[in-house]
Every structure is written in structure tokens, then in C-alpha cells.
């Protein structure tokens, strides 16, 4: 949206400056100065330029959510704590954003308006859970909850992460191993080869052919690479392609049931935070279906909503989708039947949060060894090619 820079004066006919983000036409900043009682005098609209990316880590917005909560129950005005966070931020970034959230929040906007002009920091979840707060009157319990589910998604990042680093270690230096073979050990040995008039095998003539291929059209790999990568990106962009491509990950080789998982656990745990602050089912499973950034999941919120608004129970209408495993399924309905449905679906996710993790050591224990495995196979092969011509030259010599 356009920006502004305007001056105006207040009810004592004082001038004041400053500038304004995010407003549609002067007549809407006229309007929002108003309800301050000022008067706008002059506005010059500010050129378009791109928003520079901020540098704003996850594990800020869960200390801010914790803390804004804290203050919140305390009875402090929200205006009044976003103040304090300005002051106490040593990010200047996260300084400027709570700045503008500020400036919003005084000038009329809800709070849930404020924070989703900067949605590429606060996310979906969040803002979910301060439009639930705000409407039931419970922010300071909404912000927490918020914040305990945050922090449980950093965490279970981290986890992924450092589980899965020495794979990805490995194969690192599988690649920088073979790259060296390739451009610096054979070429050595095809010259050798060539002085000594030695007839090639199959597999070293491949293999030398590789390497003349890496050495002279290195630069026609790196942009075949680089020119696959931005077109990659440009097909996700497309709704059909992402369909597939979200579809594919909950069926895809190996890593189908963590990704399900992961999935389900993020929906249902979302969902039953939602509802358990006061927002309406329809309401959570929209929200849900956004937080966890698959389409596929998304279609079958839809249905969903459509399931509970004919009156279907919560727990009849996820038994009809093989995704929700049969744990989440009977507790939705013991929950239903108690009245605790949030309680017994965030139980059944705690469960699901312990399968990730096994999952998870379960595929390293796979991983690991089949990593060292091929990397000892590339290396072997690699080496084997090199030296089949010299085996076959010294049983001509002798």
C-alpha cells in the first residue's frame, strides 16, 4: 500500500509531522488523523520502493508473545507494552515493526489489523490467536497459548535440523570428494594414460569424458543448475503445480509418514487452541488450513466446514479421511462426549509430537549408514575406473 508524508495540526493549532504506512488515498489519512482530533494540513505521497527483508528471528516474536501476555494480564494498556518492547529491543527491525503496530493501534485499527500488515514476521497462527483474544476478551490467555505453540514449532525445526544434519554433512563432502576426483585426479592419470598409448576400458573412457565435460562446460552446469532452480520457484507459484507438489509430500518415498505427521500435528493442535479460546470451528479449521501451508490439507478443511455446518460431530466428520490418524479420531469424540474437545485433541497431539521424534530417529537409523554407503560407493567406483587401465598395463608387461 502507499505511504505518506503529511503535516497536520492538533486541537491546539500546533503543527506536528510524520509519516504514515499502509493508508489508500489522502482522504483515508484525513480521515484516520480525525479520529484524533487533528486536522491534516499537507500530504505528499512517498514513491513505491521495495520493503527491505527484515532481520526478525522466531525465537524474538516467542519471547515478545510471551512477555506482551504477561503484561496483558497485568493491566497494562496494549499501547503502553508496545512502548516498553521499543524500548527494550536491541533489533531494530523488530523496533520499527512494533513501532508501526503502535501507530496503528492509536489511530483506531484493531489489533489484529495491526500486526497482519506485517504478516511475514507475525504468522497466520498468531494473528489468529489475537483476533480470537480480542473478540473473547481473553488476549493475555490467547497471546500465551500463542506463544507455547511457537515455541514448540522452533523447537520442532531445530530438532528436524540437527537430526538431520550429518546426512546432510555427509553428502556435502560426498560431493566436494567426487567433484576433486573428477577435475583434478583423473585428468592427471588420462595424460599418463595417453603418453603411455593405453587403450581405455569403458568405464575410465566415461568417467574421463566426465571430467573434460566438468572442466571446460563448468559454466553451462552452473547456470543449468541455477536456471533449474529459478524455474522450480516459478512453477511453485503456480496453484496447480504447488497441488501436486504438496499432494506428492504426503505420499512421497520414505518421508510420507513424518510429513504427515508434521502436518497433522500443526492442523490439530491449531485448531483445537482456536476453539479453546472461543473462536467458532468453521472459524479455526480456515485458519488451521492456512497454518499449515499444504493445499491438500487445505481442500479437506474445506470439507470439513462444510461437515460441521450440516451438523456432523468434529469427530465423524476426520474419520472420513485416512490423513488424521485413528488416535486423534477417538479422542475428537471422547472429547466431544466430555465437553473438553480442545484438552483431548492438544492430548492427542502430544502423542503424535512423540511419533515425529521417533519417526525421525527411525529414518537417521536408515540414513546414516546408506549415506556412508554410497559415498563409499561413488568413491569406489570413481577409483576403480582410474586404475583399470594401469591393472591391465602391467599384465601386458609382464
Known amino acids: 500500500?502507499?505511504?505518506?508524508?503529511?503535516?497536520?495540526?492538533?486541537?491546539?493549532?500546533?503543527?506536528?509531522?510524520?509519516?504514515?504506512?499502509?493508508?489508500?488515498?489522502?482522504?483515508?489519512?484525513?480521515?484516520?488523523?480525525?479520529?484524533?482530533?487533528?486536522?491534516?494540513?499537507?500530504?505528499?505521497?512517498?514513491?513505491?520502493?521495495?520493503?527491505?527483508?527484515?532481520?526478525?528471528?522466531?525465537?524474538?516474536?516467542?519471547?515478545?508473545?510471551?512477555?506482551?501476555?504477561?503484561?496483558?494480564?497485568?493491566?497494562?494498556?496494549?499501547?503502553?507494552?508496545?512502548?516498553?518492547?521499543?524500548?527494550?529491543?536491541?533489533?531494530?527491525?523488530?523496533?520499527?515493526?512494533?513501532?508501526?503496530?503502535?501507530?496503528?493501534?492509536?489511530?483506531?485499527?484493531?489489533?489484529?489489523?495491526?500486526?497482519?500488515?506485517?504478516?511475514?514476521?507475525?504468522?497466520?497462527?498468531?494473528?489468529?490467536?489475537?483476533?480470537?483474544?480480542?473478540?473473547?476478551?481473553?488476549?493475555?490467555?490467547?497471546?500465551?497459548?500463542?506463544?507455547?505453540?511457537?515455541?514448540?514449532?522452533?523447537?520442532?525445526?531445530?530438532?528436524?535440523?540437527?537430526?538431520?544434519?550429518?546426512?546432510?554433512?555427509?553428502?556435502?563432502?560426498?560431493?566436494?570428494?567426487?567433484?576433486?576426483?573428477?577435475?583434478?585426479?583423473?585428468?592427471?592419470?588420462?595424460?599418463?594414460?595417453?603418453?603411455?598409448?593405453?587403450?581405455?576400458?569403458?568405464?575410465?573412457?566415461?568417467?574421463?569424458?566426465?571430467?573434460?565435460?566438468?572442466?571446460?562446460?563448468?559454466?553451462?552446469?552452473?547456470?543449468?543448475?541455477?536456471?533449474?532452480v529459478f524455474l522450480l520457484k516459478h512453477l511453485k507459484r503456480d496453484p496447480w503445480v504447488q497441488a501436486k507438489w504438496d499432494l506428492f509430500k504426503l505420499n512421497m518415498p520414505i518421508f510420507a509418514k513424518l510429513n504427515r505427521l508434521v502436518v497433522v500435528s500443526r492442523f490439530i493442535r491449531t485448531f483445537a487452541m482456536l476453539i479453546s479460546t472461543g473462536v467458532p470451528f468453521v472459524k479455526a479449521l480456515d485458519v488451521a488450513s492456512v497454518v499449515t501451508h499444504n493445499s491438500k490439507v487445505s481442500e479437506i478443511a474445506a470439507e470439513l466446514q462444510r461437515s460441521i455446518e450440516a451438523g456432523n460431530p468434529v469427530a465423524g466428520s476426520l474419520r472420513n479421511y485416512d490423513l488424521f490418524p485413528p488416535i486423534i479420531v477417538q479422542l475428537a469424540a471422547a472429547g466431544e462426549n466430555a465437553g473438553v474437545l480442545p484438552k483431548m485433541l492438544n492430548k492427542g497431539v502430544d502423542f503424535l509430537d512423540k511419533d515425529i521424534q521417533q519417526t525421525i530417529n527411525a529414518l537417521l537409523v536408515k540414513l546414516e549408514p546408506a549415506m556412508t554407503l554410497i559415498m563409499g560407493i561413488l568413491v569406489g567406483c570413481i577409483l576403480m575406473a582410474v586404475y583399470l587401465p594401469m591393472f591391465d598395463y602391467m599384465s601386458y608387461l609382464k
Not at 29 to 37: A, C, D, N, P
Not at 107 to 119: R, Y
Not at 174 to 200: D, E, K
Request: aromatic fraction near 10%.
Open 1 to 228: 500500500m502507499p505511504a505518506y508524508n503529511y503535516t497536520a495540526k492538533d486541537e491546539n493549532g500546533n503543527l506536528f509531522s510524520g509519516t504514515y504506512d499502509d493508508i489508500q488515498s489522502v482522504a483515508m489519512l484525513r480521515q484516520e488523523l480525525s479520529k484524533m482530533g487533528d486536522r491534516l494540513v499537507k500530504a505528499t505521497r512517498l514513491r513505491s520502493a521495495r520493503r527491505k527483508k527484515t532481520k526478525i528471528k522466531q525465537s524474538e516474536i516467542v519471547t515478545f508473545s510471551y512477555k506482551f501476555a504477561g503484561m496483558c494480564s497485568a493491566g497494562l494498556s496494549i499501547t503502553r507494552c508496545l512502548e516498553t518492547f521499543e524500548e527494550q529491543t536491541d533489533n531494530n527491525d523488530f523496533k520499527h515493526v512494533l513501532a508501526d503496530v503502535r501507530e496503528s493501534i492509536e489511530t483506531g485499527s484493531t489489533l489484529k489489523d495491526a500486526f497482519e500488515k506485517h504478516k511475514e514476521i507475525f504468522s497466520d497462527f498468531f494473528v489468529g490467536m489475537v483476533e480470537a483474544g480480542e473478540a473473547s476478551g481473553k488476549l493475555a490467555e490467547a497471546l500465551d497459548m500463542s506463544a507455547v505453540y511457537q515455541e514448540g514449532q522452533v523447537d520442532l525445526r531445530r530438532r528436524v535440523r540437527s537430526a538431520f544434519a550429518y546426512p546432510v554433512v555427509v553428502g556435502i563432502v560426498c560431493f566436494i570428494i567426487v567433484t576433486a576426483l573428477v577435475i583434478f585426479i583423473v585428468p592427471t592419470f588420462s595424460r599418463l594414460y595417453r603418453q603411455l598409448n593405453v587403450s581405455l576400458p569403458l568405464p575410465t573412457q566415461l568417467l574421463v569424458s566426465l571430467s573434460e565435460a566438468v572442466k571446460h562446460w563448468w559454466w553451462v552446469i552452473v547456470l543449468g543448475v541455477t536456471g533449474s
